[in-house]
């Protein structure tokens, strides 16, 4: 039976101010991506309702303005992965050694590294703030929270050969967890990803974003293949009049797995203009987060079991040889916006009440990878309405096995006098299946026979 094996890793991170610990990671499994309720089905997305996406947030931003000098909003949706911990697209881009806030406005601060993570310097944390109103229209004048947000790290933004940019995930470090609990329904954490091959093995998925007025909106849609590398994926409409544009850079491509609703990437490359004919969009571009499953693991002690270690190295079924991992490495290019509207790949990709416009930059980012070619999670069907990959039975069109009973029975042996020695065996693992079902992975069947006198 194919069943989802998606593991916490309950392992010591380390204490460390908003790192959680593993006892808090394992009270993280036993409730995150877990809802009730029922999915709706962008550009021309369908409203979300309440406790249909528990772990969407909406993510602020103030930056200066610098024709009228006054501070401006945006607006973009992000994903809560526990209670202290918020998953954004990445809205701060280097200008040399400075920070600047995604071509909008120039700072002077530069931020510190960790390992290989770019922490954000304080005074930048009062410029981001978070609420759960996104079934409300936007409001651009908002009042910002004080200390809402006590840390923000971009992940690999200090990685040699990385230039900060649109595939380096923003961790918001939150002060204070959801004030309505977890059993209302209502906020609740998704779970991760453990594998970037997670990505192609559903047949679809939702992902929500942002409308113009700012509520949050949801669409269907259906990973493709196309030339983007790691760490990018792709996807496009099921719904041909449905898109993704300004305002849902950072929203979760979402699907069930098993029993529980797993975050597969973030959107963060493609089209932003929201008046565009989406009959003729391109296909879009997500950060696959099975990549960063290590990444977020130190970060924030959100940590899930990586994909089986043998999985990879298992030769296709029939194969007397494994192939290895596979390599992949990325040389990616990245623009920033010349107008709030644009439709190249752009990097102004939220909401916001003005425009702005930045010079076009180009960029480099450098990511070498070992992929698992064997997918670690599977779907099954389920009452949810969300469709999921045709199950496929071990040996399909083979010999059908049924489990028996028979009555106790005394073993006697040639060589025993009194009839009740028997001698154990071990049958070493045989593969089962056919190269249809994934093949590749081996099964062991554990055979208990009961002998009473």
């Known amino acids: 039976m194919k069943t989802l094996l998606f593991l916490f890793v309950l392992l010591f991170v380390g204490i460390q101010a908003g790192v959680i610990d593993s006892e808090e990671n394992r009270q993280l499994y036993s409730s995150c991506g877990r809802k009730t309720g029922y999915e709706r089905k962008m550009i021309h997305g369908d409203l979300v309702k309440k406790g249909e996406q528990p772990w969407a947030v909406s993510v602020y931003l103030r930056y200066l303005n610098k024709t009228s000098n006054k501070y401006a ?32 406005e120039d700072t002077d601060y530069e931020g510190t590294c960790e390992g290989n993570h770019l922490v954000l310097p304080e005074e930048l944390y009062s ?35 990385v230039t900060l940019g ?6 918001l470090e939150i002060s204070s967890p959801p004030t309505v609990p977890y059993e209302a329904g209502e906020h609740l954490p998704i779970c ?42 792709c996807a496009t409409a099921v719904n041909k009049s449905q898109g993704l544009c300004q ?7 979402v699907a069930k797995f098993d029993d ?31 990549y960063y499953r290590q990444e977020i693991c130190e970060t924030t002690g959100v940590c899930v079991a990586p994909p089986p270690a043998d999985v990879s190295h298992i030769p296709p079924f029939g194969q007397t040889t494994a192939e290895p ?91 025993c006098s009194d009839g009740n020695v028997i001698t154990a065996e071990r049958i070493e693992p045989m593969k089962i299946g056919n190269n249809q079902t994934r093949g590749t992975r081996v099964r062991n069947i554990n055979i208990h026979i009961h002998l009473n006198q």
């Open 73 to 104: 909003t945006l607006l973009g949706p992000g994903t809560m992965i526990s209670s202290k911990h918020i998953v954004a697209f990445n809205t701060v881009r280097r200008n040399g050694t400075t920070l600047n806030i995604i071509g909008l």
């Open 127 to 161: 410029r981001y703030d978070y609420d759960f109103e996104h079934l409300k229209k936007f409001n651009g004048s908002r009042q910002f929270s004080k200390n809402s947000i006590v840390k923000i790290t971009a992940l690999n933004g200090c990685k040699e050969g």
């Open 166 to 171: 649109n595939s380096n995930p923003l961790i």
């Open 192 to 233: 991760i990803s453990n594998s970037p091959n997670n990505w192609k093995d559903v047949s679809q998925f939702t992902v929500y974003g942002m409308n113009q007025p700012g509520m949050l909106v949801s669409g269907k849609f259906q990973p493709v293949v196309c030339e983007s590398k790691v760490p990018f994926s």
């Open 247 to 253: 305002g849902d850079f950072g929203g979760s491509a």
């Open 260 to 290: 529980r609703y797993i975050m597969l990437g973030l959107y963060a490359r493609g089209n932003t203009k929201c008046s565009a004919d989406s009959e003729t969009l391109p296909e879009f571009h997500f950060l696959n987060l099975g």
């Open 325 to 415: 991992p596979l390599e992949t490495t990325l040389n990616n290019s990245a623009e920033t916006t010349t107008t709030a509207e644009t439709t190249t790949e752009t990097e102004t990709e939220t909401t916001t009440t003005t425009e702005a416009e930045t010079e076009t930059t180009t960029t480099t980012e450098t990511y070498t990878t070992s992929v698992p070619e064997t997918p670690v999670m599977t779907t099954e069907t389920s009452e949810d309405t969300t469709p999921t990959t045709e199950y496929v039975p071990i040996g399909k069109d083979g010999e059908v096995i049924k489990a028996e009973t028979f009555a106790p029975m005394r073993i006697h042996l040639a060589n």
